[in-house]
């Protein structure tokens, strides 16, 4: 068949499913464990923009994005920078390099409140930048049939990506939702966005919630 030869296809609610990347209290709230030492004025110089397109603009559209889904069927997931131990000694080593621990359990492994999971929609802790490396997320996938995978999440330019690149190449067909995933600067997510497309479909939110019918 021809279109299955295409990135360029509408999604099929019964074999997709939503992953949002890393939205959680560590790296998505301003009290997070990335920022908690942070000097104030480095603080604002740094991170202002970013908190605020992530309030006013990218997490109402991951809001959107995430209701679209569950009206039509869609699963919705979550994976969330987290060790499985407390002191982090399982994480990678490029995590202990960088210095992120976030210890298991804790209040910065969780989803942030304003997209937070509900019923029985599944977290997959992760101790690398792929999730696709650190947690068994390609097995339940299969196990429930998804050949689509929509992703959203923080930060574009790096868990985001790797995702989509580790989703490609084990065989999904990924779209990115562009305005909903966000980076520390514009022009890095600018950049992101044009390197990674040769990989995916690209839809803005508004966009994926017309697909799915939800306008």
């Known amino acids: 068949m021809t279109d299955a030869l295409t990135r360029n296809r509408a999604l099929v609610p019964a074999e ?5 990347v890393d939205v959680q209290n560590f ?27 992530l309030k006013t603009r990218v997490v109402p559209n991951m809001q959107a994005i995430q209701s679209a889904c569950r009206a039509a069927g869609v699963e919705v997931m979550y994976t969330t920078i987290e060790s499985l131990t407390l002191d982090g000694r399982d994480r990678s080593l490029d995590y202990k390099i960088t210095g992120f621990n976030v210890p298991k359990g804790s209040w910065d492994g969780k989803v942030i409140d304003q997209i937070a999971p509900q019923g029985d929609e599944m977290v997959f802790p992760k101790s690398s930048s792929s999730v696709f490396i650190s947690t068994h997320i390609d ?5 429930l049939g998804v050949r689509q995978l929509v992703i959203s999440g923080l930060i574009t330019d790096q868990c985001v990506e790797s995702a989509i690149r580790d989703a490609c190449d084990l065989g999904y067909l990924v779209t990115q939702v562009t305005d909903a995933c966000l980076t520390y600067t514009p022009e890095r997510h600018l950049n992101s966005i044009a390197a990674i497309k040769g990989y995916c479909r690209q839809v803005t939110t508004a966009e994926l919630v017309a697909e799915l019918g939800q306008t």
Do not use: C, I
């Open 139 to 143: 097995y339940v996938l299969r196990n």
């Open 27 to 53: 790296a998505a709230h301003p009290d997070g464990g990335e920022f908690k030492d942070m000097p104030p004025d480095v603080f604002s110089d740094t991170y202002e923009l970013f908190f605020d397109e």
């Open 16 to 20: 997709a499913a939503l992953l949002f």
